[in-house]
């Protein structure tokens, strides 16, 4: 049975606290029940709710079908984007996708990278379903995470929020450390199970992980991670991966509101799970609409250069079948920051070539010129992909397409109508 365990604060080194987060007392951590490995009974409306989310998660994802593979990237970016923002670093999809090429940028655009590169592969590690999630792997998923820390289940007690240094201040505070191991293992054995729907595994699971809160650091990120595990693991998503928790996310209040029901006694669980569900379908309908926007977009594009190339007097006016200038053209969803090198080893042609390329595209108005503080170009930018991504991240926090009257707190800035262009223009607050 879930309970609480009380505990006294007084802290030891209080030399950098306030008089009031140095004051002793008594605090009451959470400790929850195990989940075991069969889902819980739910309400009639927490079943249909997560019923219609898998079904729209599903049909999502056989709508996008092969263009999950650049879209995976373009959304974990998104989310990894907002999670940025809401930690109060500002990074856009511009910044972080010149930084993850050129593995050169601010700190935090690094970091961001480093976030989207660990949760491609946490996913890749542990969506196979033949094999079990264990406590190791959560641990060396967290790790991937937040290199900088020591890998492991934290060993002191934490807590989340609050207006100070103190558990005695806190929001919330999650089980003592003694009682981690335990429920990690649980935890583990819970999201190796594939049976019964997927959108209520996934909820309880990111639910039951964030309640833990099992590492000092990196447990919003590896919570995340796990959302996407489940729902790959159980043959939800097959494609693509839908950035549910950027939805949860951009309603702070209804997120900590869900998993404060999540942890009463008696749970309720069903408000929890409705919640994650309506969180489910909002964050696909965005995913298939930057797929569809994308499509829309590659062919304004090449009717760009068709047009660019007729009034330059180019023979032919549509490029043969294999260009290099089409070829890079139609990669711009996966690759939208170039410079001559990785054009050139990405479509296996010489640096002439590609170069020749870049500036065709540049001189049509489809690829921008960055240049670093010294003038010297360093790369070319597709800013209306990029632009795209950052109307999706911003679509995900107001949980809905149109940003236009209920735009986020926080967030990359509203791209302008010179990048959207008619793709989003009167749709997405442009």
Known sequence: MAHYIERLWNPQDA??????DRAPGRYRAYVPDELGVKLPAIGEAARQAAENALSVLTRADERIGARGGYLNHLLIRSESISSSWIEGNRVTPKILAIAELLEFGTRVALDVVANVRATEEAIALLAENDRSVTTADLEHLQHVIEPSLEPGLRNEQNWVGGT???????DFVPPPESEVLRL???LARFVTETEGNAVVRAAIAHAQFETIHPFIDGNGRTGRAIIHTILRRTDALRNTVIPISTVLAGDTNA???????????????DDWIIGFAEAAELAASNAVRLGDDIARLDESLREELIQYRTTQGASPSIPRRGAVVLRILDSLAADPVLTVESASVRH???ATAAHRALTELAEAGILGRNKDQKGQLICWTSDRHLALVALTERSNRVGAGDTANRRPRLGPPLPSVDQVGPIRSGSAGV
């Open 15 to 20: 030399a950098q606290l306030s008089r009031k």
């Open 164 to 170: 100070g240094w103190s558990p005695l201040r806190a």
């Open 184 to 186: 990690v293992d649980d």
């Open 255 to 269: 997120y900590l509101s869900g998993l404060t029901a999540f942890r009463e006694d008696p749970p309720r669980l």
């Open 348 to 350: 296996g042609v010489s």
